[in-house]
T-cell receptor, first 114, second 113 residues
Framework: DAGVIQSPRHEVTEMGQEVTLRCKPI?????LFWYRQTMMRGLELLIY????????DSGMPEDRFSAKMPNASFSTLKIQPSEPRDSAVYFC????????????FGPGTRLTVT | GENVEQHPSTLSVQEGDSAVIKCTYS??????FPWYKQELGKRPQLIID?????GEKKDQRIAVTLNKTAKHFSLHITETQPEDSAVYFC????????????FGAGTILRVKS
């Protein structure tokens, strides 16, 4: 298995532009997580899906952020409009089962908003 | 909701010495406690985990202990090597939230050779 796949790996954009991050979870995994990592705030859970349904989006910072999971093999995290404070590394992770299991992280997308 | 605190934030040890990182959690219903290692520029990866029905688990130089009464768990690394240098995160799984993990703030471990 190729593991969790994320694209792009690096994104540089100007303030105000729309940014879309993509994730393909490991085949057979039924949970998908989006995290944001910064030096100041550490590793924050933004949203997670179980069986393609959003379960907990309490970590989504504001309305500029949205996430979708149209099917079991694809998810997107969109920021519109982007701001410099959104600069971070965004990780997608997937896991199997309903409670307490290993989360497999993707390589991350490093986002820079200028 | 669950809150996980991790200490220390940085830890520097001499190669060959032991390193201990401690975490406390608030939700007594949490029942799964993993530890992740993140090397510079890389993704977090699971190194060891423990479930609430076990008090200790060991894997070669790494061990985790859990005290459910006190709501704390610890990572022990023995005979540290330079390649152990990384950021370590503890986490807890509040069972009422499915398989969501709440992470600690991380510990930067530096092993000096």
């Amino acid at each position: 298995d190729a593991g969790v796949i994320q694209s792009p790996r690096h994104e540089v954009t100007e303030m105000g532009q729309e940014v879309t991050l993509r994730c393909k979870p490991i085949s057979g995994h039924n949970s998908l997580f989006w995290y944001r990592q910064t030096m100041m705030r550490g590793l924050e859970l933004l949203i997670y899906f179980n069986n393609n349904v959003p379960i907990d989006d309490s970590g989504m910072p504001e309305d500029r952020f949205s996430a979708k999971m149209p099917n079991a093999s694809f998810s997107t995290l969109k920021i519109q409009p982007s701001e410099p404070r959104d600069s971070a590394v965004y990780f997608c992770a997937s896991s199997i089962g309903l409670t307490g299991g290993e989360q497999y992280f993707g390589p991350g997308t490093r986002l820079t908003v200028t | 909701g669950e809150n996980v605190e991790q200490h220390p934030s940085t830890l520097s040890v001499q190669e060959g010495d032991s390193a201990v990182i401690k975490c406390t959690y608030s939700d007594s219903a949490s029942n799964y406690f993993p530890w992740y290692k993140q090397e510079l520029g890389k993704r977090p990866q699971l190194i060891i985990d423990i479930r609430s029905n076990v008090g200790e688990k060991k894997d070669q130089r790494i061990a985790v202990t859990l005290n459910k009464t006190a709501k704390h768990f610890s990572l022990h690394i023995t005979e540290t090597q330079p390649e152990d240098s990384a950021v370590y995160f503890c986490a807890a799984n509040p069972v009422e939230y499915g398989n969501k993990l709440v992470f600690g703030a991380g510990t930067i471990l530096r092993v000096k050779s």
